[in-house]
């Protein structure tokens, strides 16, 4: 183990800052969340999440060097807190049109405003202002006038005062995490986007470093999620501008940026991050925790874990899935996970269309699982559809567990996956069930696939791997002795804050819900 490691005192306090996952929701994000924290009880860690409504209970049992969590809801109550008035009231606006100016610019919008409007509007966020701020008819009305002025990249959409109304509201909900307790030591967002929000200002106020880790590459995600949105347009480009340029904003001020994959970080070099402050860090399991999953199974079954949610394209695979029961009538599909909270009309529309494909008696959704190498060991390939992933836990544990996989070619599976599985276009059934056949028919490659798949697994995606990796970086850019990237390689109006019971040091493991 490297000396550094063994200096505790060099690495302080860490602030992990989440959104929608750790220590709220189970899912892959958080199983690294929490394996990040376990691993170094020596670390003081805080995490500020960033939640829905900030009545979620935390579902992983935190440890006694976790010493605070603060929730950040979204949707929650209105945040409390009166409307600048009188000189405040003309400074509010000003920086409002700014920011708004920045989104708007012709031609895209506007990276050298964006950051001074944005804190610049932080001012006024830890009294509630900011919030009581944008829900004022002027706010709303400055957003108007600014999208009618000529050449404005939505002007021919001629939009609405309801777009108005909508545009102010959704940017007033992201901005919220403006309001979160100032994070301390290094400031570790583990996702891009609204997570970085608090870490940004931490930066630029006090010089806190700020560690960016993407696990899927957030501004791509934002794109994919508002093509399908109910919003019209002008809406849709004024939100998507926010998140481009919140990204650049990030990769710009980070003083390292760790994708999990190097797909990720073409994206993020494409997004205007420096490539000499990025680092590929890999996820990685315990093989030892993920062993040969034994026999099995004798009715040929395919596996899916993971979260039922629109990214998963739980559709491509059940269509996919039709097409092997065709040529093999006797085969089953068992999916594992759960469904998250507004997830629930996307799994009636799945089960709809196993039935409408002539499928619903051997397609099963089976719900969370209390091990998830059951799911893994239920059937002789496990299946991955997503139409976006960073470096899916569910491919490696599986992996781990020596079964070979079918998955789609997105984000860094094809690095995870190398010549252990057999990877297909996205969106496309046809391709995934001549794969998943091709598997199915041939028991002898299937268990030299699993062989080959666990070995990599241990050659090159291991926990320990990852955890060095992280307590070196803790140590590179704790404040009391900070390093470039090349020496190591590479207030709260509505927060509920939670405080660690030191008696709760025992691991739940929630990662039942699939580990996508």
């Given at each position: 183990m490297h000396a550094a490691f063994c200096e505790p005192s060099r690495v302080a306090r860490v602030t992990l800052l989440t959104e929608g996952?750790?220590?709220?929701?189970?899912?892959?994000?958080?199983?690294?969340?929490?394996q990040l924290v376990r691993a170094m009880p020596d670390v003081e860690f805080r995490v500020t999440a960033v939640t829905a409504t900030g009545l979620?209970?935390?579902?992983?049992?935190?440890?006694?060097?976790?010493?605070?969590?603060?929730?950040?809801?979204?949707?929650?109550?209105?945040?409390?807190?009166?409307?600048?008035?009188?000189?405040?009231?003309?400074?509010?606006?000003?920086?409002?049109?700014?920011?708004?100016?920045?989104?708007?610019?012709?031609?895209?919008?506007?990276?050298?405003?964006?950051?001074?409007?944005?804190?610049?509007?932080?001012?006024?966020?830890?009294?509630?202002?900011?919030?009581?701020?944008?829900?004022?008819?002027?706010?709303?009305?400055?957003?108007?006038?600014?999208?009618?002025?000529?050449?404005?990249?939505?002007?021919?959409?001629?939009?609405?005062?309801?777009?108005?109304?909508?545009?102010?509201?959704?940017?007033?909900?992201?901005?919220?995490?403006?309001?979160?307790?100032?994070?301390?030591?290094?400031?570790?967002?583990?996702?891009?986007?609204?997570?970085?929000?608090?870490?940004?200002?931490?930066?630029?106020?006090?010089?806190?470093?700020?560690?960016?880790?993407?696990?899927?590459?957030?501004?791509?995600?934002?794109?994919?999620?508002?093509?399908?949105?109910?919003?019209?347009?002008?809406?849709?480009?004024?939100?998507?501008?926010?998140?481009?340029?919140?990204?650049?904003?990030?990769?710009?001020?980070?003083?390292?940026?760790?994708?999990?994959?190097?797909?990720?970080?073409?994206?993020?070099?494409?997004?205007?991050?420096?490539?000499?402050?990025?680092?590929?860090?890999?996820?990685?399991?315990d093989p030892g925790a993920f062993p040969p999953a034994g026999p099995e199974p004798e009715v040929p079954t395919l596996t899916w874990a993971g979260r039922i949610d629109p990214i998963k394209d739980l559709e491509t695979l059940i269509r996919a899935f039709a097409l092997v029961r065709d040529e093999i009538p006797a085969a089953r599909l068992r999916i594992f996970g759960g469904t998250p909270r507004g997830g629930e009309d996307y799994r009636a529309r799945c089960e709809a269309l196993a039935a409408e494909v002539g499928a619903a008696d051997a397609v099963s959704f089976e719900g969370r699982v209390d091990d998830i190498r059951t799911a893994y060991a239920a059937g002789q390939v496990v299946m991955l559809s997503s139409i976006s992933e960073g470096f899916p836990f569910t491919l490696i544990e599986a992996m781990s567990c020596g079964r070979c996989t079918v998955s789609t070619d997105v984000g860094g599976v094809r690095e995870a996956v190398g010549e252990t599985g057999l990877v297909v276009p996205p969106r496309d059934p046809a391709a995934m069930a001549l794969a998943a056949l091709a598997l199915l028919r041939d028991p002898a490659r299937r268990a030299a696939l699993g062989e080959a798949a666990r070995l990599r697994v241990i050659d090159q995606f291991t926990l320990r791997q990852t955890i060095d990796a992280f307590r070196a970086i803790y140590t590179g850019l704790s404040p009391a002795e900070p390093r470039t990237a090349q020496q190591y390689g590479g207030v709260t109006w509505m927060s509920r804050v939670w405080r660690a019971d030191p008696a709760q040091d025992a691991a739940q493991d929630p990662r039942a819900e699939g580990t996508a």
């Open positions: 996952t750790y220590p709220h929701s189970p899912g892959g994000v958080s199983v690294w969340c929490d979620e209970q935390p579902i992983w049992e935190l440890p006694s060097h976790v010493t605070a969590l603060e929730s950040i809801p979204m949707w929650g109550d209105t945040p409390q807190g009166r409307e600048p008035r009188g000189r405040e009231r003309r400074a509010f606006l000003a920086a409002w049109e700014r920011l708004l100016t920045a989104l708007l610019a012709e031609g895209g919008s506007d990276d050298e405003l964006f950051g001074p409007a944005l804190y610049d509007l932080a001012r006024w966020a830890g009294s509630g202002a900011l919030s009581a701020g944008l829900r004022s008819e002027a706010a709303v009305r400055t957003l108007a006038g600014l999208w009618r002025r000529p050449g404005t990249d939505v002007a021919a959409a001629l939009p609405t005062q309801h777009d108005a109304l909508t545009g102010t509201d959704l940017l007033e909900h992201a901005l919220r995490p403006l309001a979160a307790a100032a994070p301390t030591g290094v400031a570790h967002a583990v996702s891009g986007g609204l997570a970085t929000l608090p870490g940004l200002l931490a930066h630029h106020r006090d010089e806190v470093p700020l560690l960016l880790t993407e696990h899927g590459v957030y501004q791509r995600e934002r794109y994919l999620g508002h093509r399908t949105g109910p919003y019209r347009w002008p809406v849709k480009s004024l939100m998507l501008h926010f998140f481009r340029l919140l990204a650049r904003e990030a990769y710009r001020h980070s003083a390292l940026i760790t994708p999990g994959n190097r797909y990720n970080r073409r994206w993020e070099e494409h997004g205007g991050a420096d490539a000499d402050r990025i680092r590929t860090v890999y996820n990685g399991v």
